[in-house]
T-cell receptor, first 115, second 115 residues
Framework: EPEVTQTPSHQVTQMGQEVILRCVPISNHLYFYWYRQILGQKVEFLVSFYNNEISEKSEIFDDQFSVERPDGSNFTLKIRSTKLEDSAMYFC?????????????FGPGTRLTVT | QKEVEQNSGPLSVPEGAIASLNCTYSDRVSQSFFWYRQYSGKSPELIMSIYSNGDKEDGRFTAQLNKASQYVSLLIRDSQPSDSATYLCAAFPNILTGGGNKLTFGTGTQLKVEL
């Protein structure tokens, strides 16, 4: 069964460093998403991406964040200068379509720890 | 502001009983709804989607949607210890009316199925 994959599973970085989180969405999916979940809190939307551009972003997704689809399979989230409060689980998700309510499937997540 | 509300629990049910999980939402733009199961330290796993008023059954799971009351529920029949997890309710807007294309999650209800 196709699934979303993410690497690394755990990333430890120092405050102010840049990190890149990687995702491989399900191959025939067209819409890609990043969510995050701070420990003990709800899953929060960060950004959605379609046709090589951002389709929607949240207030959390400020200038420190960027997304890219560098090739036909990978989807990346970059945090330029990490802060302590960026420590969270980051989930990539993909859906076959976004114009109607098609299901979003989540990857296993990357646990980001900023020290 | 779009909100999805869930009782955080824990909801404890004996093995073999029916577990009833509830969710309310405050935004009439919300069009479709999803239930995700999240084990501790893991990513959300999609278990049910429901798009129209009424009931939808899939195996031991039944989702119920009442858009007039802005209420969604999930019933789990014959609950098993392996069902013990946090159940997340998520709302998806009608983007044709400008609602965006992100999932808005509730905080989740922790379910404990006891032997």
């Amino acid at each position: 069964e196709p699934e979303v994959t993410q690497t690394p599973s755990h990333q430890v970085t120092q405050m102010g460093q840049e990190v890149i989180l990687r995702c491989v969405p399900i191959s025939n999916h067209l819409y890609f998403y990043w969510y995050r979940q701070i420990l003990g809190q709800k899953v929060e939307f960060l950004v959605s991406f379609y046709n090589n551009e951002i389709s929607e972003k949240s207030e959390i997704f400020d200038d420190q964040f960027s997304v890219e689809r560098p090739d036909g399979s990978n989807f990346t989230l970059k945090i330029r200068s990490t802060k302590l409060e960026d420590s969270a689980m980051y989930f990539c998700a993909s859906s076959e379509k976004g114009l109607t309510a098609y299901e979003q499937y989540f990857g296993p997540g990357t646990r980001l720890t900023v020290t | 502001q779009k909100e999805v509300e869930q009782n955080s629990g824990p909801l404890s049910v004996p093995e073999g009983a029916i577990a009833s999980l509830n969710c309310t939402y405050s935004d009439r733009v919300s069009q479709s709804f999803f239930w995700y199961r999240q084990y501790s330290g893991k990513s959300p796993e999609l278990i049910m989607s429901i798009y129209s008023n009424g009931d939808k059954e899939d195996g031991r799971f039944t989702a119920q949607l009442n858009k007039a009351s802005q209420y969604v529920s999930l019933l789990i029949r014959d609950s098993q210890p392996s069902d013990s997890a946090t159940y997340l309710c998520a709302a998806f807007p009608n983007i044709l009316t400008g609602g965006g294309n992100k999932l808005t999650f509730g905080t989740g209800t922790q379910l404990k199925v006891e032997l």
